[in-house]
C-alpha cells in the first residue's frame, strides 16, 4: 500500500483554539502525522512518496472559488491590520443575518466562512492545506491508475469542510476532492465511508444532492456531540441523491463491538450501492484514549475495521482525518491498514 506524504504539514502548526469557553493549545498538533508515519514504516506497508501537484481548477471541482481565495489571501490580509498572532472568527452569520454577502474585511471574511474556531489561519496554512490537497489527490490518481488501496496521510484534515467554509480543524475536503477526482476519471460510481469519531459534515453537504457519490458515517451523535448540526439519521440525501447519504449516530460510550455491529450495516449498504471505488475517511479518535472524543475502541477493533473495509473487494484509498491521542494514533491507524492488507489478501 503506497503512502503518499508531505512534510509542508509542518508549516501549519496553530498556537490555539477555542474549546468551551478558553483558548487552549490546539488538539490538531504535526505531532500526529509524525507518529501515524513512524507507524506505518514501521508495518512495512509500503513505500512512501511525495504528492504530484494538482491545479487549482481541481480544487475548484468541489469548493467554491471565491473560498479558495479567501484561504490564499487571509494571511495577508490578516497581517495586514499589524496583526502577528493566528487568524480567528470571532463573530458568524447566524440565523436572521445575511449569508449572502461575503464581507471585504478579514475579520468578517474569517466568520463568513467558518463554523467554529477550531481552525486557526496562519503563515503557512495555505501551503500545508494545498499540500494536503495533493495528498488525497495523488492518491486518488494511483486507484484511478489501477492500484488496490493507497494512504494519504493528510494534514491538516478535511472531512469538516464544505464547499465554502472551513470547521473543525478542516479547510479543504480532502476526501471529497478524492471522491470527485475518481468521477473525473472513470468512476462511475465511488462511495465515501467515515469512520471519524465527528460527523463528515462537510462530506455530506458536498454530495447530499448527488446519486454518484455514495455517503456513509458512523460518529458520535450529533444531539450531544460535534457537529451538532449535521449528522442525524434522518439525513438521507436529496434530489438525485435521495438514498445515497445514511448516517448511523452513536451514543457516547459505544463499544468495540457495538460500533462493529453498525459498521457492518454500513458496509452492507456500500455493497448495495455497488461503488466502483472506495473513499474512506479514516479517524481514529473513537480511540477509548482520545481526548476529546467519547467512544471506547482498542487496537483490535481499529484492526477490525480495516478487514470489514476489505471485505467490500473494492479499490480503496484511505484518507487521514481525526485522532488526537497522539501517542497512540499510530498504532491505531497502523492497525487498520494491516487489517485491511490481510483481510484483502
Given at each position: 500500500?503506497?503512502?503518499?506524504?508531505?512534510?509542508?504539514?509542518?508549516?501549519?502548526?496553530?498556537?490555539?483554539?477555542?474549546?468551551?469557553?478558553?483558548?487552549?493549545?490546539?488538539?490538531?498538533?504535526?505531532?500526529?502525522?509524525?507518529?501515524?508515519?513512524?507507524?506505518?514504516?514501521?508495518?512495512?506497508?509500503?513505500?512512501?512518496?511525495?504528492?504530484?501537484?494538482?491545479?487549482?481548477?481541481?480544487?475548484?471541482?468541489?469548493?467554491?472559488?471565491?473560498?479558495?481565495?479567501?484561504?490564499?489571501?487571509?494571511?495577508?490580509?490578516?497581517?495586514?491590520?499589524?496583526?502577528?498572532?493566528?487568524?480567528?472568527?470571532?463573530?458568524?452569520?447566524?440565523?436572521?443575518?445575511?449569508?449572502?454577502?461575503?464581507?471585504?474585511?478579514?475579520?468578517?471574511?474569517?466568520?463568513?466562512?467558518?463554523?467554529?474556531?477550531?481552525?486557526?489561519?496562519?503563515?503557512?496554512?495555505?501551503?500545508?492545506?494545498?499540500?494536503?490537497?495533493?495528498?488525497?489527490?495523488?492518491?486518488?490518481?494511483?486507484?484511478?491508475?489501477?492500484?488496490?488501496?493507497?494512504?494519504?496521510?493528510?494534514?491538516?484534515?478535511?472531512?469538516?469542510?464544505?464547499?465554502?467554509?472551513?470547521?473543525?480543524?478542516?479547510?479543504?475536503?480532502?476526501?471529497?476532492?478524492?471522491?470527485?477526482?475518481?468521477?473525473?476519471?472513470?468512476?462511475?460510481?465511488?462511495?465515501?465511508?467515515?469512520?471519524?469519531?465527528?460527523?463528515?459534515?462537510?462530506?455530506?453537504?458536498?454530495?447530499?444532492?448527488?446519486?454518484?457519490?455514495?455517503f456513509t458515517s458512523l460518529h458520535g451523535d450529533p444531539q450531544v456531540e460535534y457537529p451538532y448540526f449535521l449528522g442525524h439519521a434522518d439525513e438521507c440525501g436529496a434530489g438525485e441523491g435521495l438514498g445515497a447519504n445514511r448516517n448511523y449516530p452513536l451514543p457516547w460510550g459505544t463499544s468495540g463491538a457495538d460500533y462493529l455491529a453498525a459498521l457492518d450495516q454500513a458496509i452492507a449498504g456500500i455493497a448495495a450501492f455497488a461503488p466502483d471505488p472506495l473513499v474512506v475517511s479514516?479517524?481514529?479518535?473513537?480511540?477509548?484514549?482520545?481526548?476529546?472524543?467519547?467512544?471506547?475502541?482498542?487496537?483490535?477493533?481499529?484492526?477490525?475495521?480495516?478487514?470489514?473495509?476489505?471485505?467490500?473487494?473494492?479499490?480503496?484509498?484511505?484518507?487521514?482525518?481525526?485522532?488526537?491521542?497522539?501517542?497512540?494514533?499510530?498504532?491505531?491507524?497502523?492497525?487498520?491498514?494491516?487489517?485491511?492488507?490481510?483481510?484483502?489478501?
Amino acid at each position: 500500500m503506497l503512502t503518499i506524504y508531505s512534510d509542508d504539514h509542518r508549516l501549519h502548526h496553530g498556537a490555539a483554539e477555542l474549546y468551551r469557553g478558553r483558548m487552549v493549545p490546539c488538539f490538531e498538533m504535526p505531532s500526529r502525522v509524525d507518529q501515524v508515519l513512524e507507524a506505518v514504516r514501521a508495518a512495512g506497508l509500503g513505500d512512501v512518496v511525495a504528492p504530484d501537484r494538482f491545479d487549482r481548477a481541481v480544487l475548484a471541482r468541489v469548493h467554491a472559488d471565491d473560498y479558495l481565495t479567501f484561504l490564499e489571501t487571509a494571511w495577508d490580509e490578516w497581517t495586514a491590520l499589524g496583526e502577528t498572532g493566528d487568524a480567528l472568527p470571532a463573530t458568524w452569520p447566524a440565523r436572521g443575518l445575511r449569508r449572502d454577502v461575503p464581507p471585504q474585511h478579514i475579520d468578517g471574511k474569517l466568520g463568513f466562512y467558518s463554523v467554529d474556531a477550531s481552525g486557526p489561519i496562519t503563515a503557512g496554512t495555505w501551503t500545508a492545506v494545498r499540500s494536503a490537497a495533493d495528498c488525497a489527490l495523488t492518491g486518488a490518481q494511483t486507484i484511478a491508475g489501477g492500484a488496490a488501496s493507497a494512504f494519504a496521510l493528510c494534514r491538516p484534515p478535511g472531512h469538516h469542510a464544505s464547499a465554502r467554509t472551513m470547521g473543525g480543524f478542516c479547510y479543504l475536503n480532502n476526501a471529497a476532492l478524492a471522491a470527485q477526482y475518481l468521477r473525473d476519471h472513470g468512476a462511475a460510481r465511488v462511495a465515501v465511508l467515515d469512520v471519524d469519531y465527528h460527523h463528515g459534515n462537510g462530506t455530506q453537504d458536498i454530495f447530499y444532492e448527488r446519486g454518484d457519490v455514495y455517503f456513509t458515517s458512523l460518529h458520535g451523535d450529533p444531539q450531544v456531540e460535534y457537529p451538532y448540526f449535521l449528522g442525524h439519521a434522518d439525513e438521507c440525501g436529496a434530489g438525485e441523491g435521495l438514498g445515497a447519504n445514511r448516517n448511523y449516530p452513536l451514543p457516547w460510550g459505544t463499544s468495540g463491538a457495538d460500533y462493529l455491529a453498525a459498521l457492518d450495516q454500513a458496509i452492507a449498504g456500500i455493497a448495495a450501492f455497488a461503488p466502483d471505488p472506495l473513499v474512506v475517511s479514516l479517524g481514529v479518535d473513537t480511540f477509548a484514549e482520545d481526548p476529546i472524543s467519547h467512544f471506547k475502541l482498542r487496537v483490535d477493533d481499529f484492526t477490525a475495521i480495516g478487514q470489514r473495509i476489505a471485505s467490500l473487494g473494492r479499490p480503496t484509498l484511505f484518507v487521514m482525518e481525526g485522532g488526537y491521542a497522539v501517542a497512540d494514533i499510530g498504532i491505531n491507524v497502523a492497525a487498520v491498514l494491516t487489517g485491511f492488507v490481510a483481510g484483502a489478501a
